[in-house]
């Protein structure tokens, strides 16, 4: 209290009188030694700050702990960074609410039946769409993700939502990975995925079209999931004026942040490249 009136303005003597302290024993606590713990949390709450402004300020107490024991081989347990974090007001972005279960007729064409995780690269792709509007209009994005690492592995961004979008994302997916002939593509039941154009080229590549039961955003979780968290860390951070100023955003976001600097909760707090380093040099970069 006496350093805030002090900084304000007004006198030692006067403030100490007035608080009923001696000037000598406010001088004496105000000069005396930083306690060894007082000084290692304040310079545990500098590289919480540095990590969370690292992560574009969407990190939360888990992912900011992983970085410092990770990354920086900092000995610290998760509980203390959540306390200082909330001490020093610095906090992740919130994540996305609880969405009712929904029931579905499975249908025949569903190879995957919310059976995600894969133990090798290219084995099961998901794929979805998502809208977001600018001032000139809507931006669409279609993303392949490789449930393996959770890295997206071709995305398209166009102002139509038709069958070129998902074509295209589908192609820079297969010039990236040249998945070997098995695999699954696993998409919903939209007109774009289940065109002509979209399927066919899926088995030109030697791979399986898969589609989950209408109505039911748990069939396709994993690609919800990445959405959700483009969604909250992205693009509902601002208002964007133009299309182009979107797309190169998500294009930053996809390639730059998301794919080689997240650390991801599903892959044991590590990037999606990552961990495809961790599997084998064999994956392309």
């Known amino acids: 209290m006496i350093d805030v009136l002090v900084d304000a303005g007004h006198p030692v003597k006067v403030c100490c009188r007035l608080l009923g302290v001696s000037s000598p024993g406010y001088y004496r606590y105000k000069h005396r030694p ?94 979805d769409i998502t809208e977001h509007p600018t001032r000139e209009g809507k931006v669409y994005c279609c993303a392949v993700m490789d449930t393996f690492s959770r890295r997206i592995v071709g995305w398209s961004i166009d102002t139509a939502q038709d069958s070129n979008l998902v074509v295209n994302a589908l192609d820079m997916a297969l010039k990236n990975r040249n998945p070997p002939a098995g695999g699954i593509v696993h998409a919903d039941h939209g007109v774009q995925f289940t065109s002509w154009a979209f399927t066919n080229k899926i088995r030109a590549a030697g791979l399986m079209p898969s589609f989950g039961t209408i109505g039911d955003g748990y069939d396709n979780a994993m690609m919800e999931s990445f959405w959700s968290s483009m969604q909250i860390e992205l693009l509902n951070r601002k208002k964007w004026r133009t299309r182009i100023e979107l797309a190169n955003a998500i294009f930053d976001y996809i390639e730059i942040f998301y794919n080689r600097q997240r650390r991801h909760s599903g892959i044991s707090y590590v990037s999606p490249v990552e961990h495809e380093l961790r599997y084998g040099a064999s994956v392309p970069a």
């Open 34 to 127: 930083i306690a060894p713990r007082t000084m290692r949390r304040e310079w545990l709450t500098g590289l919480i700050r540095e990590v969370h402004t690292a992560s574009r300020q969407t990190y939360g107490s888990r992912r900011v702990h992983a970085e410092l024991t990770q990354a920086m081989g900092v000995q610290v347990s998760e509980r203390l960074v959540a306390v200082l974090m909330s001490l020093a007001g610095i906090a992740g972005l919130p994540g996305p609410g609880k969405v009712k279960r929904l029931s579905g007729v499975s249908t025949a064409d569903d190879l995957v039946h919310r059976k995600f995780h894969r133990l090798s690269p290219n084995e099961l792709w998901v794929t």
